[in-house]
Nanobody, 114 residues
Framework: QVQLVESGGGLVQPGGSLRLSCAAS????????MGWYRQAPGKQRELVAS???????NYADSVKGRFAISRDNAKKTVYLQMNSLKPEDTAVYYC????????WGQGTQVTVSS
């Protein structure tokens, strides 16, 4: 069964940090570029970070220098380290393949507020 399970979200104050995890199952993980997406209320889902099978990261301008994506192919897990969080980072965060996404997981809520 193909499944993506995101975790690690929560409520954090501005300037704080969170580390998100996404565990994949039922899919050949190591050959795909994986991405972290987010969707804020009333907005479209957007890609904020991606990492190729060769561990090359890419970031949206809005998170560059603050977020870091990584992956552990043995664990079929992709991570998103989020530092210097801002209220505008508040969203539900999802992971998925960048090309031909599979079924979306439930996401993990990140709320940045004082």
């Amino acid at each position: 069964q193909v499944q993506l399970v995101e975790s690690g979200g929560g409520l954090v104050q501005p300037g704080g940090s969170l580390r998100l995890s996404c565990a994949a199952s039922g899919v050949i993980f190591n050959i795909y570029t994986m991405g972290w997406y987010r969707q804020a209320p009333g907005k479209q889902r957007e890609l904020v970070a991606s990492i190729t099978s060769g561990d090359r990261p890419n970031y949206a301008d809005s998170v560059k220098g603050r977020f870091a994506i990584s992956r552990d192919n043995a664990k079929k897990t992709v991570y998103l380290q989020m530092n210097s969080l801002k209220p505008e980072d508040t969203a539900v965060y999802y992971c998925n393949k960048v090309l031909q996404p599979i079924a979306w997981g439930q996401g993990t809520q990140v709320t940045v507020s004082s």
